[in-house]
């Protein structure tokens, strides 16, 4: 017997029954953010390695482990595993330094990457996110929050928001010394992989789930307590603005994010509805991504929230289906197929019966699919059905459409 053939593991078929609540979320989305000025945009799939080397930093998991990347002649490619470095990279290319500042954009679109498959996790992935380039007021920061608090409310989700400040990149490395002095004074109680990682990237030690290790990151030093006036002034107003909007939040100093483009406001929103895997969506800002990427001096703040994390955590609430207004049963010769055509160009929701059903087979699909009015030819002229009354008439050929547009009642 031939093996039977399924979707390699971590990715799943999206199927017409999920649609519903899928095309909900991003009309949500296209509301929610369409209002507040940003623009939709579409990075390809398949980015140079080095968007990613140099933008998220080869310090971090994704480009160490989970990327997938593959050579095509000289050049490398990869399979984005995130979003924001690649609108950054567009913005470069395409000089949207030159027009008004800040540029909002979002975008929704399937990412990649190679990771160990659990609930709501896939090798294959979709997010929805914001970015905001070119501004470096922290009305921007609360803007972005704000904007994904409000997607997350809109799609059922009950989420707290974790909020942090990672400082500027000079004011994280001297902190970055002073935690690498303290993990290398208690590595005796770490677990072996934070150990290997003290060089590299020791922030990651705060979450970790080693018990030794979660002890002494229990007395380390925060970076939130290491803030210049400056960054302090920033995250203060950050809140400020939050509070004035009514967005209730958990100032986290243990809050890091996975990326090392990060700097100033980080956050990050969780939903208990996940149980263990709690994360549905998080971001920050990352002044100097875009430069690290061979453009201007530009700061930027954005987020990426998983839509089927979302979609878990709001319970899947499926989107109310189209309605049919017309379905034309009994045939699918010349006059029923020039008469579902003919609906369909007027603007009714019409569907032609073409799997031969008997007319009992087809009253029971036109109610399963809601349908308000059944049609068939019947020698000369046509039968409506208004399947809402019961009542059925004979009417011409040329007045069924303008019948199903009068509306109910024959």
């Not at 330094?97 to 979709?126: C, S």
């Not at 803007?143 to 400040?165: I, N």
Request: proline share 5%.
């Amino acid at each position: 017997m031939t093996e039977k053939l399924q979707a390699p593991r971590g990715t799943y078929d999206v199927l017409p029954e999920d649609f519903a609540a899928r095309t909900a979320l991003e009309a949500k989305a296209r509301e929610v953010l369409g209002a507040a000025g940003y623009e939709r945009i579409e990075t390809p799939a398949l980015e140079q390695t080095e968007v990613f080397a140099r933008g998220v930093g080869a310090s971090t998991d994704i480009v160490q482990k989970e990327m997938y990347t593959f050579d095509e002649g000289s050049e490398s490619l990869t399979l984005r595993p995130e979003g924001t470095a690649p609108v950054c990279r567009a913005y470069v290319e395409h000089g949207m330094h030159k027009l008004a500042q800040p540029v909002k954009l979002w975008y929704l679109g399937a990412y990649f990457r190679r990771e160990r498959p659990q609930a709501g996790r896939y090798r294959q992935f979709w997010q929805v996110g914001v970015e905001a380039l070119g501004s470096d007021e922290p009305a921007v920061d609360a803007e972005v929050v704000v904007l994904l608090v409000t997607l997350l409310g809109e799609m059922g989700v009950e989420a707290t928001l974790r909020l942090s400040s990672l400082g500027t990149p000079a004011t994280r490395a001297a902190y970055r010394d002073e935690l690498q002095a303290y993990l290398r004074a208690n590595s005796d109680r770490l677990s072996a992989e934070v150990r290997e990682r003290i060089d590299l990237n020791p922030l990651r030690a705060f979450d970790a789930d080693h018990p030794g290790t979660r002890e002494v990151m229990a007395g380390a030093p925060k970076l939130l307590d290491r803030l210049d006036a400056s960054d302090r002034e920033h995250f203060d107003e950050v809140r400020r603005l939050l509070d004035v909007a009514g967005v209730r939040y958990v100032v986290d100093p243990t809050l890091v994010r996975g990326l090392d483009y990060y700097t100033r406001t980080v956050f990050e929103v969780t939903s208990e509805q996940l149980g263990a895997q709690s994360g549905v969506g998080g971001g920050g800002r990352y002044d100097g991504l875009v430069e690290e990427l061979g453009g201007p001096p530009t700061p930027g703040m954005g987020w990426a929230a998983g839509i089927e994390r979302i979609l878990l955590a709001g319970g899947r609430a499926p989107g109310a289906a189209a309605p049919v207004d017309l379905y034309v049963a009994l045939g699918m010769g010349e006059t029923e197929f020039a008469l579902a055509h003919e609906a369909r160009r007027a603007g009714l929701r019409a569907q032609l019966d073409l799997g031969g059903r008997s007319m009992k087979g087809a009253l029971k699909q036109a109610n399963r699919l809601g349908a308000r009015y059944v049609a068939w030819v019947d020698g000369a002229g046509v039968q409506l059905r208004d399947m809402e009354s019961g009542e059925q008439r004979e009417v011409p050929r040329d007045e069924v459409v303008r019948n199903v547009l009068r509306g109910p009642g024959l």
